[in-house]
């Protein structure tokens, strides 16, 4: 207990210090902002690369952070889910160690790929992050025989029940649209780079045989991101996904990624930008698939589940080089090009 109540002072002691009121130019600058979300070795790649050879304490987050001084990127990782991720980036939004209201920021993790869309190690740059959680739901064995899900919308009787909902409804953030011209920039820098192929992924598509997206190799592409806190997989799920992004964004969005922790993420900005210490128009989210989000041919959604747990996410190293592969043009582009980017979002400020 005494050591306990020891540590909590300590954290305490670091907070109220780093909560000293630091003038601007004493400030850590940063211009870029890589959000990885859920292991230690999701930042790997960056952190050795990029590189961000310098670590940050960060007590009231997940991890230590990660800096790189020349080119003024700082690297967080979040830990898994909304609730991690929600409070990780709320307390690096309110460190008084940094200015961030005119960061970008990169969210790089791995997600769940929808088959219909792309191939497992595959890049997608999301307009749309969907909250997946926000619902009514009744257990599928109690659904009425028509419906096609047990998921019915907040402010709705049935799924998918007239016309589509703003995106703020029912009190809670459903939809968040991201700056189109932002991922258009991302998109257009890296659209043609060729992503390195193998005789893992290879024997992995060969799984999907009556998908053509999941047959290629793996590519960068636009795609939307459905996040939500439960690990889901199946056919009929990833119906749902389709359905509930496309109703959701009012048929502008398409499901391509399934994670986490972005809707969390994309709520901390939200919030972080109405007090001026972030901006929300200046967020990125690049997912690459680790996995399909349905079972290959010849398993079943509870094999699949099963052989997930005892050999890995099928595609996992492949999509976190991926990852920086792709990510990373677009973090040095806005670091190095830092005065023509700033200036073409100072409207947002």
């Not at 020349?70 to 008084?96: C, E, Y």
């Not at 994309?266 to 972030?278: C, E, P, T, Y």
């Not at 010849?298 to 991926?322: C, H, R, V, Y």
Request: aromatic letters at 10%.
């Amino acid at each position: 207990m005494r050591s306990l109540r020891c540590a909590t002072a300590i954290v305490v002691a670091t907070l109220a210090l780093m909560a000293v009121s630091l003038h601007a130019h004493d400030r850590i600058p940063v211009k870029v902002i890589v959000v990885v979300v859920t292991f230690d070795n999701e930042l790997q790649n960056w952190t050795a690369n990029l590189p961000l050879p310098e670590t940050l304490p960060f007590p009231q987050g997940y991890r230590p952070l990660r800096y790189n001084q020349k080119l003024q990127v700082l690297g967080i990782i979040t830990g898994q889910g909304k609730s991690q991720a929600t409070a990780s980036i709320m307390g690096l939004g309110f460190d008084s160690r940094f200015d961030l209201s005119r960061a970008y920021w990169l969210v790089a993790g791995i997600a769940g790929v929808n088959p219909k869309k792309a191939s497992v190690a595959s890049t997608a740059w999301a307009k749309f992050i969907v909250d997946g959680d926000q619902s009514y739901q009744i257990d599928a064995r109690e659904i009425p025989h028509h419906w096609s899900t047990g998921y019915v919308p907040l402010g709705r009787s049935r799924p998918y029940q007239g016309a589509p909902q703003p995106f703020n409804s029912n009190g809670v953030q459903q939809v968040y649209q991201l700056n189109a011209s932002l991922v258009d920039f991302a998109l257009g820098l890296t659209a043609n780079v060729v992503l390195p192929d193998d005789p893992n992924l290879q024997q992995v598509r060969a799984g999907y045989p009556t998908y053509p997206h999941a047959l290629t190799p793996p590519f960068v592409l636009a795609g939307d991101d459905l996040a939500a806190d439960t690990f889901w997989i199946g056919d009929l799920f990833n119906s749902w996904a389709e359905n509930w992004v496309d109703y959701w964004t009012a048929g502008q969005g398409s499901f391509t990624m399934s994670a986490f922790e972005d809707a969390g993420i994309g709520q901390a900005l939200q919030f972080l930008s109405q007090v001026k210490r972030a901006d929300q128009n200046r967020l990125l989210v690049l997912r690459g698939g680790s996995d399909y989000t349905v079972q290959p041919q010849g398993q079943t959604p509870a094999q699949f589940i099963a052989t997930q747990n005892s050999n890995g996410l099928s595609g996992f190293q492949e999509a976190l080089d991926n990852l920086y592969q792709v990510g990373s043009i677009v973090v040095r582009e806005l670091s190095n090009e830092w005065k023509t980017h700033d200036q073409s979002h100072q409207s947002s400020d």
